[in-house]
Each structure stands twice: as structure tokens, then as C-alpha cells.
């Protein structure tokens, strides 16, 4: 089993290899000390097994998930329990939370050496709360680099497929997501979505238009026209307070 050590922090990096040598049937093909790095190395070796750290420089341990196309299982390894129902939404092996014990890294490698055996019955830690990862930005592949979008900068959002149109004033870039994914992601004080197709940063429009009986239109200050729906229109008079 090839595994991948990504974590900031060079002590918990080195605890985690000082438990591996336990494991003989693992090996560690590479350490990682952000996200940037990590995605290359996934793409080289191809890991069996990966040992992640959620709160890094660049990049979190969500979106290089995002970022990356693997099969690994994922042991997160982080300092926080907040982020524990987001970890096994992304179907996590375990969650070990630091400083994690010897015995609790034992269980947490023993689930994944028998991970065709998993059923997702792993206990979340106590004290745990209905918290998220709060969004304030969108990370996306741009040919072979890695684009952090804030959001502030974003336009709108329009459905393309398979796939979400995110339109800056830097251009547009993609990203293997639903429009649903996305509607219940981005804050929603800042953004609308006012079409099936569409998601409008509220921040741009700067004006909305009757076109004919129940037809609106949403004009940003780029210029730009979007449709909006019926359903779309009530939505915008909510949080717009018109």
C-alpha cells in the first residue's frame, strides 16, 4: 500500500511516519507540505492510502480533494472537530484529531487496510456540532495550474453540463460541480440564484429589468444580462428587500 504524508506541520509528519513503521506493508512514497505539492505528488504516485491535514497554506485538505482525481482512502489528521461532517461527507476513512494517540492511529490504519470492509459506522468526535467549512472563495484547475477564485470576485455562475460556468473579470473557468452544489454553498447574503442556469453575485446587478408580463432580466454593471425566473424574481425581492 503506497501512502502520502500532507500535512504543514514537520512534528506531525514525522509522528505520523514514526507510527508507520509498524506497518511494513506501507509505503510512504511521498511528504507533502501543501496542497499545491500534494496534488502533483497524488498525480505521480498514484497512493493507495492518504494521510491528510485539512488547514494548510494555499489550499485546504476539501479542495485539494476537489482538485484531484483519486481513489485513496483519506485518514484526516487535523487540530479541529469541526470539520468532522464535512471529512466523512468526502467518504473518509477516519478522522484522527490531533494529538491522536498510537492506539487511535492503529484503528484508524486498521480500517483502512480493511477499507472493501468499511461500512461508515467510524464515530464522530464528541462534542460535535452541525458546523461547516465556510466558503469565501472556489478553487479550480486552470490547464495545468491551480486558480483560488475569491468570491467577491465572481460575477455569476451558470450551469454548462456536467459541469459550472464561474465568470470573473479574469475570464471564465469550470469547475465539476452542480448548480445545487454551489446554491447551497455560497453564502447567501452575497449570491442569488435567480434561474435554473444562473447564480448571480448580488454585488453586480445593478439593475433588474421587466422585459414582459412576469420576465425579468438581471443587468449587472458589466453589462451582462441574465434571465431570471419566476421563482428567481421572489427570491431576489427577499434579499434585495424590494
Same mark, same amino acid.
Given at each position: 500500500m503506497k501512502c502520502i504524508i500532507i500535512d504543514d506541520e514537520p512534528l506531525a509528519r514525522s509522528i505520523i511516519k514514526e507510527y508507520l513503521q509498524a506497518y511494513p506493508n506501507i509505503e510512504i512514497v511521498a511528504e507533502c507540505?501543501? #496542497?499545491?505539492?500534494a496534488a502533483k505528488s497524488i498525480q505521480q504516485y498514484q497512493p493507495n492510502l492518504l494521510f491528510l491535514d485539512i488547514q494548510m497554506p494555499k489550499i485546504n485538505g476539501f479542495e485539494l480533494l476537489e482538485l484531484v482525481e483519486t481513489k485513496a482512502s483519506v485518514i484526516f489528521t487535523t487540530a479541529f472537530d469541526e470539520y468532522a461532517l464535512k471529512a466523512f461527507e468526502q &467518504?473518509?476513512?477516519?478522522? =484522527? =484529531?490531533?494529538?491522536?494517540?498510537?492506539?487511535?492511529?492503529?484503528?484508524?490504519?486498521?480500517?483502512? =487496510?480493511? &477499507?472493501?470492509?468499511? %461500512? %461508515?459506522? +467510524?464515530?464522530?468526535?464528541? &462534542? @460535535? *456540532?452541525?458546523?461547516?467549512?465556510?466558503? %469565501?472563495?472556489?478553487?479550480? $484547475?486552470?490547464?495545468? $495550474?491551480i486558480k483560488i477564485i475569491p468570491l467577491s470576485?465572481?460575477? *455569476? @455562475?451558470?450551469?454548462?453540463?456536467?459541469?459550472?460556468?464561474?465568470?470573473?473579470?479574469? #475570464? +471564465?473557468? =469550470?469547475?465539476?460541480? +452542480?448548480?445545487?452544489?454551489?446554491?447551497?454553498? @455560497?453564502?447567501?447574503?452575497?449570491?442569488?440564484?435567480?434561474?435554473?442556469?444562473?447564480?448571480? &453575485? @448580488?454585488q453586480f446587478i445593478t439593475k433588474i429589468e421587466l422585459l414582459e408580463k412576469e420576465n425579468y432580466a438581471a443587468i449587472l454593471n458589466t453589462g451582462q444580462q441574465l434571465p431570471v425566473s419566476k421563482t428567481g424574481y421572489s427570491r431576489l425581492k427577499t434579499v434585495l428587500g424590494i
Open positions: 507540505s501543501d #496542497g499545491f505539492e &467518504n473518509a476513512i477516519d478522522y =484522527l =484529531l490531533k494529538p491522536f494517540s498510537k492506539e487511535r492511529f492503529h484503528k484508524a490504519i486498521e480500517k483502512a =487496510l480493511h &477499507n472493501s470492509d468499511y %461500512n %461508515n459506522t +467510524t464515530s464522530l468526535p464528541e &462534542n @460535535l *456540532f452541525n458546523t461547516t467549512l465556510s466558503a %469565501n472563495r472556489i478553487v479550480v $484547475k486552470d490547464g495545468s $495550474k470576485q465572481i460575477h *455569476f @455562475l451558470e450551469a454548462a453540463d456536467d459541469y459550472v460556468k464561474i465568470i470573473t473579470s479574469e #475570464g +471564465t473557468f =469550470l469547475k465539476k460541480k +452542480t448548480m445545487q452544489y454551489f446554491e447551497q454553498m @455560497l453564502p447567501q447574503q452575497q449570491f442569488a440564484r435567480i434561474h435554473r442556469s444562473y447564480i448571480v &453575485n @448580488l
